[in-house]
């Protein structure tokens, strides 16, 4: 761990490559310096980064905001809040992971116990049925948000034709010294979807597989008054607007990479 590593070494810095090593980032602490977020301690000749004890302490509470949904633009505000200095921070974060913790062993527990009745008898009692859930329900209630990645062979194009032709809205673009687009974001209400650059045999873009291998799909108001949108803004569509049994109308329509988009809106 870093914050230990630097006990027994004091002043001890991490070039870029290090940080993301030990910490499992990769691109993200390049992004940051860029946008004033995470700046280093220093850097040597030919620009390399230097990072600090407390650099690593700052992208800790990065992190962590970003966890809580916090976006980009406002994480900076917020870091500098007297409640989001490092104690009181760490403070919050331990209570709500031992929070946590009690749930899931509380959830084995019960779960242990509904496996020996189930080899007992052919269905648990509704009880504990109803209280299994409501557990569940209970860890569930602590999760925020996700970002879902997904991978283009050219992120400004794709970012463009998603906020034209799909009405997303346009999140930050972030290129490299030499203009290199390493990320883009854009956004669907309060949910970020990252767009990354295809590259190497782990990051294909679809048009480059030739398959279709996952989907993204978005919640909108009025499906039909999208789908409409769309079609007048080029779209390639793959399926029509349906009502589907299990509650939803929809359609499905591909961007030029071959990424697969789903628009849905509740049915009644």
């Given at each position: 761990m870093i914050g ?5 070494q004091?002043g001890r810095?991490?070039k870029?490559?290090a940080?993301?090593?030990?910490t499992?980032?990769?691109?993200r602490?390049h992004?940051?310096d ?9 850097r ?6 230097l990072y600090?004890a407390?650099d ?9 905001l ?20 490092l ?9 709500e992971?031992?929070r946590?913790?009690?749930?899931t062993?509380s959830?084995?527990a ?13 269905h648990?009692?509704?009880q504990?049925?109803?209280?299994t859930?409501e557990e569940?329900i209970?860890?569930d209630g ?6 879902g990645f997904l991978?283009y062979d050219d992120?400004?194009?794709a970012?463009?034709y998603i ?11 972030l290129?490299?010294?030499?203009g ?7 956004r669907a ?10 590259g ?8 480059s ?9 978005i919640s ?5 008054a999208h789908?409409?949108r769309t079609v ?5 569509i793959?399926?029509e ?5 299990y509650?939803i ?10 990424q ?9």
């Amino acid at each position: 761990m870093i914050g230990h590593d630097h006990q027994q070494q004091p002043g001890r810095t991490w070039k870029v490559g290090a940080l993301a090593k030990a910490t499992g980032l990769t691109v993200r602490t390049h992004h940051y310096d860029e946008i004033g977020l995470l700046q280093p301690s220093a850097r040597l000749a030919g620009g390399h980064r230097l990072y600090d004890a407390a650099d690593a302490a700052r992208l800790y509470q990065i992190i962590r905001l970003r966890q809580l949904g916090f976006p980009l633009s406002q994480v900076a505000k917020v870091l500098a809040e007297p409640e989001w200095q490092l104690a009181p921070a760490i403070q919050r974060h331990l209570a709500e992971t031992r929070r946590r913790a009690a749930l899931t062993s509380s959830l084995c527990a019960r779960l242990a116990a509904m496996a020996s009745e189930l080899a007992q008898q052919e269905h648990p009692s509704p009880q504990e049925l109803f209280s299994t859930v409501e557990e569940m329900i209970s860890m569930d209630g602590s999760v925020h948000g996700t970002t879902g990645f997904l991978m283009y062979d050219d992120v400004d194009a794709a970012h463009d034709y998603i906020v034209r032709v799909f009405g997303l809205a346009p999140g930050q673009i972030l290129k490299s010294d030499d203009g290199f687009t390493e990320y883009g974001e854009v956004r669907a209400g309060e949910q970020v979807i990252g767009l990354h650059p295809a590259g190497g045999k782990s990051y294909r873009s679809p048009r480059s597989v030739d398959a279709v291998t996952g989907t993204t799909v978005i919640s909108v108001d009025d499906v039909d008054a999208h789908y409409a949108r769309t079609v007048a803004a080029g779209a390639n569509i793959v399926c029509e607007p349906l009502d589907r049994p299990y509650g939803i109308r929809e359609y499905g329509a591909s961007d030029p990479e071959g990424q697969i988009w789903w628009f849905a809106s509740p049915l009644g």
